[in-house]
């Protein structure tokens, strides 16, 4: 923006007030010129056919616009993953950009709801709607980020009454969500010559370098750079009222879904979120019918939930935001609407359908800018409306928080009903038939009632994190998430007590009397999502994403929920929270380290790295007054591994325990370990945050490896680990359909750049599998998680599917109105005696997401077939859904085999979801270091 001297402030805000008289409202009233076109700029219109613009042509584009208007800031608000600048544009009229740190902090003041009735109400009327709009999320929806440059383009070039008005009320921030996609994907469909022949599909590697699709899963841990700057203007800068989030593609017959959204929604937030969804919603698919632009549906006419938090549009759920989806058909390459004969009838969710044709960009364009226009209309009519109402859901949650309250969870509606059915059949015999029936209607005696709101069963007042727990700086992590998400977190400035329970000085506080508390509440307590089925006693319907993702869950956190109010000794974080420094006490022989840091294995890489000495001890053993369970690590004080100590004691927050002696006892020596991590052409998602992870932790010599590299055979000279992640080994080598990941088919060698050649391919049961075999046999390591594990089968090990029935003629696998677990987090017991799981809790909390479970046969341990992890109780759910969940019991979730010389650690659960449950990180750590160790001894045989 070029910011007019105050002299020239444009008149056009009172032009706006006076629409109707005015025939010369077209005519320049801003004091800005004219605003370069995207015709003008890049050669073509958006939305022309095969016509893509890269991020680098976006970003000059942008800067040359805001030279040239006045409505119109462009901010960076950090760096990607591959160092490009994220932008964010700031849309708004000329004089509200002289105010904007005003409207800002009355955004701000609204959103924390730590106000007046009065002051908000004065605040509301004063402030201003904000808005915020984005694209290019998942890059190869390559409509998100043109429309974005389209509507930008529109506001602030029109002199349109109705843009003035949105101007005027309207703070809109046009956010770019993934401009690393939006550079591959444009250069991936522009590079081929003939028109007719441009794809986006096919691209080669992950759109976002890490995590592709994945990036809109990442909103409440905050992991990659974009997610972190996009929290950042949510939580902490701006506290959008709407957050509109852009998607490609829409349901089949039609052209988009737009919100409402179908059930369930999440018990813990604000209901004046959903009922803001539907005032957006209905104005969107208002506005299309106003238009005549048919084709858009809503609530279940697509599978897009409020239910599940840690996406850009659902996380705001969580903070009082309204986050608005929209999935639209387009491609600059022309489509055909289908001929879906059902979806010609007008009905409920669908009442305005569309016929079939054949589709342009540029209608898509279209349909996005009506789409963009319908929320900022609502925003600007509704604008008090909105602003009161952040601030209301704000202080509702304070109050929540401040008082007893209870949430009824659809567990607890269960077993009183079944209590219920339970008297009324012993009650009334007579009538017991009945009873059974729940022939008596809905409704109840109050007694039962009561037994909703007993003492107990009261929602936390607040949550307690001891500083003295095991791994204290993973919790530091987890705090670290709440603050990126905006919440309130303290740290107790000296020892105290609550509930007669002492806590020591470090220990964090997390209090529900926040505006922010449906966050807080959904990242300690269980999610519990309602039995969901297609009909009573039919099948269970999938929720959109996970069910149950309980971070402190997740991550292992020690907490305690505390029912009563209560006060601390405490001072409120600012910024991201650092453990505190770890101790590091004298030793001529080096230092023991406690297993259970996860962060133990960034200082025993580092020290790895340097060409130290580092040992992991079998046997429990004990140095400076402390116990140390089987597993520490002994880093041997030679080289440069005092320097790597303090540094690490520094900046990791672990303990350093001083020896004067080696430990004596059985130990492995560890080796610098040379790992392959499974990747595919076109980029495994799963596989990207094991790579990012592996990133943080430090590891040092891990590789990408594809399936032509492993088919070529001699792994062993290259690799001492292979891990697959879910999707890495396949059932069968028979075709499984026409697409794989988010690009379609696999293309031939002649149509790609000849560095992604060697990316090319699948894994197979023919080539792939031998080559495993051989290198566990000459020694090598393997890791398997999720379907992965169809590697045990393709060896002949023996190890069977648990989660199967008895039929007459044998047995099937358990069908799905039998047994259904989406994305949950469950409880598995680990024997931690085992270096596997060495550091870790006997009862550990997993994710799962409808994941293998093990069945070991009779003869497994002569085979050298061992459970490391098992589900031991019929009732393993700890938060989301688990239909069916007493068929786990007795299954196990993580074995070892024997394999020739070399190993084969495998995992059912998701042990590294999404870079989220950092509780069982360390069983692939562990296993990367376990599997090729050799014990000290036999190291100082062979002279290692
Ligand atoms: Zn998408």
Not at 51 to 74: C, G, H, N, P
Not at 160 to 177: G, K, Q, S, T, Y
Not at 443 to 460: G, K
Not at 887 to 899: C, K, P
Request: hydrophobic share 40%; with cysteine; aromatic share 10%.
């Amino acid at each position: 923006m070029s910011r007019a001297p105050l002299s020239l402030r444009p008149r056009w805000r009172r032009a706006a007030g006076l629409a109707l008289l005015s025939a010369c409202v077209a005519a320049p009233l801003s004091a800005q010129g004219r605003i370069t076109s995207p015709k003008e700029f890049f050669g073509f219109a958006i939305g022309d056919d095969y016509r893509l613009a890269t991020y680098t042509q976006f970003v000059d584009y942008w800067k040359k616009i805001d030279a040239e208007s006045d409505r119109m800031i462009v901010e960076e608000i950090g760096k990607t993953a591959e160092g490009r600048p994220q932008l964010m544009a700031i849309v708004t009229s000329p004089e509200n950009h002289r105010n904007l740190a005003k409207y800002k902090n009355i955004a701000q003041r609204l959103a924390k709801g730590e106000l007046t009735d009065a002051e908000a109400r004065q605040l509301a009327a004063e402030g201003k709607a904000v808005v915020w709009i984005d694209g290019g999320l998942h890059a190869t929806e390559v409509l998100g980020a043109h429309q974005l440059m389209e509507t930008n383009y529109r506001l602030i070039s029109s002199n349109d009454p109705e843009v003035l008005r949105f101007l005027n009320d309207c703070i809109i921030l046009m956010v770019h969500a993934n401009p690393d996609g939006m550079e591959l994907v444009s250069n991936w469909y522009m590079r081929t010559p003939e028109e007719a022949k441009r794809s986006t599909g096919g691209i080669p590697r992950l759109y976002q370098k890490y995590i592709g699709h994945d990036n809109n899963r990442d909103f409440y841990m905050g992991a990659q750079n974009e997610t972190i700057n996009i929290m950042r203007q949510q939580y902490h800068e701006w506290f959008p009222h709407i957050v509109y989030n852009h998607h490609q593609t829409g349901p089949a017959g039609a052209v988009l879904f737009a919100p409402p959204f179908r059930a369930p929604h999440n018990h813990n937030f604000d209901p004046l979120v959903i009922y803001g969804i539907d005032l957006v919603g209905t104005s969107m698919h208002t506005r299309f019918a106003l238009e005549n632009k048919p084709g858009a549906v809503r609530r279940d006419q697509a599978g897009y939930q409020t239910w599940w938090n840690g996406g850009l549009r659902t996380a705001v759920y969580f903070h009082n935001m309204v986050g608005l989806l929209t999935e639209t058909i387009g491609n600059p390459t022309p489509i055909d609407i289908p001929f879906t004969p059902e979806k010609l009838i007008p009905q409920e969710n669908y009442v305005f359908p569309i016929t079939p044709q054949k589709w342009h960009f540029r209608q898509s364009i279209e349909y996005s800018v009506t789409a963009n226009y319908a929320v900022l209309d609502v925003a600007s009519r509704h604008r008090e409306q909105f602003l009161y109402n952040i601030y209301k859901m704000g202080r509702n949650a304070i109050e929540k928080g401040s008082k007893d309250t209870w949430t009824d969870y659809p567990r607890r509606i269960a077993a009183v009903q079944e209590q219920i059915r339970k008297d009324r059949a012993q009650q009334q015999e007579g009538n017991a038939r009945l009873a059974a029936m729940g022939g008596f209607g809905g409704t109840a005696p109050t007694q039962y009632f009561a037994s909703l709101r007993t003492p107990e069963l009261r929602d936390p007042r607040g949550f307690i994190m001891p500083s003295d727990q095991t791994d204290f700086p993973t919790t530091t992590k987890f705090v670290n998430a709440l603050r990126k998400a905006g919440v309130t977190v303290q740290r107790a400035t000296r020892a105290f007590n609550v509930g007669g329970k002492a806590y020591p000085a470090g220990s964090y506080v997390v209090k529900t009397a926040q505006a922010f508390r449906a966050h807080v509440m959904d990242m300690f307590e269980p999610q519990d999502y309602p039995n969901d089925l297609q009909y009573p006693g039919g099948p269970p319907k999938a929720p959109y994403d996970n069910a149950g993702y309980t971070l402190a869950f997740q991550m292992g956190v020690d907490f305690d929920r505390i029912l009563d109010g209560f006060e601390c000794p405490c001072e409120e974080i600012s910024g991201m929270a650092t453990p505190p420094a770890g101790r590091v006490t004298a030793g001529s022989a080096g230092w023991l380290v406690d297993h259970s840091y996860n962060d133990a294995f960034v200082a025993v890489n580092r020290v790895m790295k340097s060409g130290g000495e580092v040992l992991w001890l079998r046997n429990a053993t004990s140095a400076g007054g402390k116990q140390y369970p089987a597993g520490a690590w002994f880093i041997a004080n030679r080289g440069g591994a005092r320097g790597i100590v303090d540094r690490s004691a520094a900046d990791l927050g672990i303990n350093f325990d001083g020896v004067n002696a080696r430990p004596a006892g059985d130990a492995l020596r560890m080796k610098n370990v040379r790992v392959g991590l499974w990747d595919v052409y076109g980029g495994s998602m799963p596989s990207g945050w094991m790579r990012w992870m592996m990133e943080q932790f430090e590891f040092n010599n891990v590789k990408q490896v594809f399936a032509p590299e492993l088919d070529a055979g001699n792994l062993a000279s290259k690799f001492d680990v292979l891990i697959f992640a879910d999707g890495g080994i396949p059932e069968s080598d028979r075709p499984s359909g026409p697409g794989f990941g988010f690009g379609g088919r696999m293309p031939e060698a002649s149509e790609i750049p000849a560095e992604f050649r060697s990316t090319l391919g699948r894994t197979t049961v023919a080539n792939t599998v031998p080559q495993l075999r051989k290198f566990m046999e000459d020694g090598g390591t393997v890791i398997t998680i999720g379907s992965s594990n169809a590697l045990a089968t393709h060896l002949d090990l023996p190890v069977a599917n648990h989660l199967v029935e008895r039929t007459p003629t044998g047995e099937r696998e358990l069908p799905r109105d039998k047994l259904f677990v989406p994305g949950s987090v469950l409880q598995a017991a680990v024997d931690v005696t085992h270096p596997l799981a060495h550091g870790m809790s006997p009862r550990t909390d997993v994710f799962f997401d409808n994941s293998p479970v093990f069945r070991l046969e009779p003869d497994a341990a002569m085979k050298g077939v061992r459970a490391i992890a098992w589900f031991d109780t019929p009732t393993p759910l700890r938060s989301g859904w688990a239909w069916g969940q007493g068929y786990l019991n007795g299954g196990v979730a993580a074995a070892e085999a024997s394999v020739g010389k070399g190993k084969l650690f495998m995992f059912g659960p998701e042990i590294t979801n999404r870079a989220q449950p950092h509780g069982t990180f360390k069983f692939l750590f562990n296993g990367i270091y376990y599997g090729p160790a050799v014990s000290a001894a036999q190291a100082a045989v062979i002279g290692m």
